[in-house]
């Protein structure tokens, strides 16, 4: 019997999630869905969790010990962490450019702004309030670990990042000394053995995509006038969004992909699929890693000696799609209060939103808290985040998915660059699941 490829289940889970969750809402059943759906979904997301962590710890020892020449690792570390940095300031340029030019909001009057504030009042003053007090400094403080075992505990990705980073290090000089071979091996089997457990978690991934996508649509449409404001409102902001989203993903990945990975960009969608879906339908870049890598490494080629390294950082720094939102949504919100912004604001938003982007974890909403930051620095009152809460849900699961392709595409230039990425024409996938 033909078999299926599982990112054909994924899209078709998609589709019937939005299709369950829209006949719920039309019938007044959302209850329903968020009682007993909802369920399913979260236990699939907590399935990603749960490897989540474990993976980045051990993929990130073994490969940053398996690198036994320091030299080597300092060259790919630097090339990845520039690489990250630089698209993240270009994905939030891309995302000012565009909303100068389309100045979304200016067609929201103040009543109706008011009237989108007072809506979300309360996620709004619970979003202020868990940025509150959180500084740049604050962040380059919090990357360093009091406890490791508590930053394991409390899935505090970035800390964990650094202690692994930390004890890879350690295991490179001692090994000079030492034979370290067996302590490497088994952090690469246990590496491995996490990635096995991602082949059998994602037997459920149609499922647990379902239950994701049908919460989500039951939970808009609980008040119908109230969505179509809200969608009618923001449609403009919401574009705006994807627009810049489409560009930075379209030129930016496609150049690098074409000139200095030279990985085909069929060949790369084709192996991404399931990632970028999986994105889409989480919010979370964190609980999408582990099939990204598995995606990097089997769809197109890279070796795992980069990708243990550059996926588990990209996951916990680079967020271009999340960075790009924050410009938007700044000038957004800013043109809504009356404000114009500087170009010495600008600047500072570029600057703001890509070093608030790498102490920040990869979870769903995270960009509330990072635009509170943004916000924060250039002086635009923090209450308007209660303008963009109605639809950031549906943006979130969008900018993910591009946060997930900058991690695989820089991946794949670091690789090239390191000539450790293989040529194949195997898809992710392709005989996991069948009809």
Known sequence: MKKLALHWWILIAMVAGVGCGMLAANAGQSAFVLTWIRPVGTLFMNLLKMIAVPLVLFSLVAGVASLDDMRKMGRIGGKTIVLYIVTTSIAITIGLIVAAILKPGGDIGPELAESLRASFQQKTDATVSSAKGVSMLDQVVGIVPTN???????????????????????????????????????????????????????????????????????????????????????????????????????????????????????????????????????????????????????GIGVDEEVSSFVLPLGATINMDGTGLYQGVAAVFIATVYGMDLTFAQQAEVVVTASLASIGTAAVPGVGTVMLTIVLGQIGVPLEGIGLILGVDRILDMCRTVINVSGDATVACC??????????????????????
């Open 148 to 298: 490791p075992f508590q930053a394991l505990a409390q899935a505090q990705m970035l800390q964990v990042v650094f202690f692994a980073l930390m004890l890879g290090i350690a295991l490179t000089k001692l090994s000079q000394k030492r034979n370290t071979k067996p302590i490497v091996e088994t952090f690469q089997l246990l590496s491995d053995a996490i990635i096995e457990m991602v082949m059998i978690i994602m037997w459920l991934a149609p499922i647990g995509v379902f239950a994701l996508l049908a919460t989500v649509i039951a939970e808009l449409g609980e008040d119908p006038d109230k969505m179509k404001q809200l969608l009618g409102a923001l449609l403009g902001y919401m574009l705006t969004v994807l627009l810049g989203l489409v560009i930075h993903g379209v030129v930016i990945y496609g150049l690098l992909l074409r000139f200095v990975a030279k990985v085909p960009i069929k060949k790369f969608l084709k192996a991404m699929v399931p990632a970028q879906l999986l994105a889409f339908s989480s919010s979370s870049s964190g609980a999408t890693l582990p099939v990204t890598i598995n995606c990097v490494e089997k």
């Open 414 to 435: 670091v690789a090239r660059s390191e000539d450790l990425i293989h040529e194949g024409d195997r898809t992710v996938h392709d005989d996991v699941i069948s009809d």
